[in-house]
């Protein structure tokens, strides 16, 4: 352990190279640019690791190429250079590549350096992050998960140590972090302060990108900057690879393709070109794999090792629209995760070798989660049989059984609340399913919400809940705020599912055995 916190913290000291951090902690900026050398502006990250790659991202203030150093080693003995991409303006100078030919099961160091593209061709100050790598074999694994970042306009506040959950996260030295959706709030404008009940004040570091809502592709790829201001962010993401998904946020709150917006805070009225500029800032600013089938797409498959896979769903791209959900025939405005990516989930699970299948699902099941009055965002509809959204769900579900496809875990955030549920076929309407676990965990740094109602159709029986009581947005001070933490044993492959708040305080733990 005192090797890791060692290392740990050098990797602290190198990667805060080319940044000033601001006295009171928790902000992040750029130094000033030194004699014409490129700088990196909002730090480094890894995400989307296999066994023998991962991607690496970072961005410039100037059109550069990325250089990439990879080596077994901190002091990077006999490191290997890769030349990188360019960063240039069409993608807001970030860049990203996959690094391939790493050892799996191992802890790499990459050292990431910009090259100007003038005539001195002078390269930035570096800075270092660490990646650890899937194993081929079976050895222990630890993650965390949660969602939910700078909404309901609670931002980054250095007086209070800015985003606290982030730095929680990063001390369970996990092998990887799966952020779970809304890992922006573009419709969340940032104002300075907030007065709080008690008379104190939340102040907010602000920026002009988060002065309103996004609707221009510099304004979402701004919230993203404003994310990576943080030094809690910066410093997991450098040392922790990243699953993302995305859920509404991104976009705009309840959003489905085919909307039109009534909505006065928007001049432009088309979800369908809002989500288009929202996937592009996405995908430029988070280290999703670049080689994806289909351009912009979210939902992927990451092999970890022989115990995990973890499916990466999207609830929101092929959705039809929000609706009261009770058609009693499927058809295309019954759509929630779409016939493609359904299709595609069959198959990779009927053919995952992993002992665990995490369901990485940007909406929970079992909890009604409206739009508005009489309309529904995600599956769940009331109580009674298979309707609406719900046919997806349940067509999944029998096909897992059907195919004794066994331990399989749902995590999701999305309600702002931490909660554990059994889905048990005896207590549901429709039966033709196995039972599992749904694990919710969130926010991590947003308004807390909760708890909500619960829909019978998939039998879910409510283990664990941790909520403010049906009190609205509460802000990250009062401490209703949630990550969790999965440990795979590498020797009996038991799961063990720890629900956690931000204090790093264990508020719920169960041990899943695997069965056969």
């Known amino acids: 352990m005192s090797r890791i916190l060692t290392t740990r913290r050098r990797l602290l000291q190198t990667a805060g190279a080319g940044l000033t951090l601001a006295a009171a902690g928790g902000l992040a900026r750029p130094a000033l640019a030194v004699g014409g050398r490129p700088v990196i502006t909002h730090g480094i990250q890894s995400g989307d690791i296999t066994a023998n790659s991962a991607v690496v991202w970072s961005r410039a203030d100037r059109a550069a190429r990325m250089m990439v150093e990879v080596a077994a080693t901190e002091d990077f003995h006999n490191a290997r250079l890769i030349r990188g991409p360019h960063a240039l303006a069409n993608s807001d100078y970030t860049a990203k590549m996959v690094v391939t030919g790493l050892e799996p099961g191992q802890d790499v160091f990459y050292r990431v350096r910009f090259a100007g593209l003038d005539s001195d061709k002078a390269t930035s100050e570096p800075m270092v992050g660490r990646i650890r790598t ?77 002065s309103k809502v996004a609707e221009t592709l510099a304004e979402f790829r701004g919230n993203y900057k404003y994310n990576l201001m943080d030094t809690n962010v910066r410093a997991l993401l450098a040392q922790v690879p990243v699953i993302a998904q995305w859920d509404d946020h991104e976009t705009l709150n309840n959003w489905y393709p085919n909307e039109i917006l009534a909505d006065d805070r928007y001049t432009e009225k088309s979800v369908a070109l809002l989500s288009a500029r929202a996937n592009q800032a996405f995908h430029e600013f988070m280290p999703t794999n670049p080689s994806l089938v289909e351009p912009g797409r979210v939902y992927r498959k990451i092999s970890y090792g022989p115990l995990l896979d973890v499916f990466v769903l999207d609830m929101r791209s092929y959705r039809g629209d929000n609706s009261p959900n009770r058609q009693p025939t499927r058809s295309s405005a019954t759509d929630f995760l779409g016939r493609e990516q359904l299709q595609w989930l069959k198959r990779e699970l009927a053919t995952s070798k992993a002992t665990w299948k995490v369901m990485a699902a940007d909406m929970p099941i079992g909890i009604l989660v409206r739009d508005g009055k009489t309309a529904f965002e995600n599956g769940s509809n009331g109580d009674g049989p298979v309707l609406g959204r719900e046919f997806d769900i349940a067509e999944l579900l029998s096909f897992l059984k059907a195919a004794n496809i066994r ?21 549901a309407q429709f039966q033709d399913f196995l039972p599992f676990w749904e694990f919710v965990s969130g926010p991590i740094h947003a308004g807390s919400f909760g708890p909500g109602a619960m829909d019978n159709t998939f039998g879910p029986e409510v283990k664990f809940s941790k909520d403010p009581g049906g009190v609205a947005n509460l802000p990250p001070s009062e401490g209703l705020q949630f990550y969790g933490r999965i440990d795979i044993a590498a020797d009996s492959g038991v799961m063990t599912v720890d629900l956690r708040d931000i204090a790093n305080t264990s508020l719920f733990k169960v041990d899943l055995s695997p069965e056969t």
């Open 134 to 210: 899937a194993p081929m074999a079976k050895r222990d694994i630890t993650f965390v998960w949660s969602g939910d970042t700078c909404g309901q306009g609670w931002g980054i506040n250095t007086e209070w140590g800015g985003m606290r959950g982030y730095k929680a996260m990063l001390d369970q030295n996990p092998d990887f972090f799966l952020n779970n959706g809304d890992c922006i709030y573009a419709d969340g404008p940032i104002k300075p302060e907030v007065t709080l009940k008690d008379g104190s004040i939340w102040k907010n570091v602000t920026t002009e990108e988060k």
């Open 407 to 427: 331990n399989t875990v749902w995590l999701t955030t999305d309600v702002h609340y931490t909660a554990a549920h059994y889905y048990n076929p005896n207590k």
